[in-house]
């Protein structure tokens, strides 16, 4: 399973956010309830209409946009 099969971006839904596809839950917001100390399963049990391999897969779309992510130093007087 790859993210791009349950995330997608479009402009008419949240401004255009990555959301689980056939919803309007944010790859954002569950990523920052995973980093609030949510389980997994406090996820399904308060988004019924998630599966498993949609938190899977927010997880892998955030994983690649960071190693795509690139830092270039600002350099200073």
Same mark, same amino acid.
Request: aromatic letters at 6%.
């Given at each position: 399973?790859?993210?791009?099969?349950?995330?997608?971006?479009?402009?008419?839904?949240? %401004?255009?956010?990555?959301?689980?596809?056939?919803?309007?839950?944010?790859?954002?917001?569950?990523?920052?309830?995973? %980093?609030?100390?949510?389980?997994?399963?406090?996820?399904?049990?308060? =988004?019924?209409?998630?599966?498993?391999?949609?938190?899977?897969?927010?997880?892998? =779309? %955030?994983?690649?946009?960071?190693?795509?992510? *690139?830092?270039?130093?600002? *350099?200073?007087?």
């Amino acid at each position: 399973m790859s993210w791009q099969e349950r995330v997608i971006l479009d402009p008419k839904v949240l %401004a255009g956010k990555p959301v689980v596809k056939g919803t309007r839950i944010s790859v954002e917001l569950i990523v920052d309830l995973l %980093a609030n100390g949510w389980t997994q399963d406090q996820i399904l049990d308060s =988004y019924p209409q998630l599966t498993t391999d949609d938190i899977r897969a927010c997880l892998a =779309y %955030a994983s690649e946009i960071l190693h795509a992510e *690139k830092v270039y130093p600002i *350099k200073t007087r």
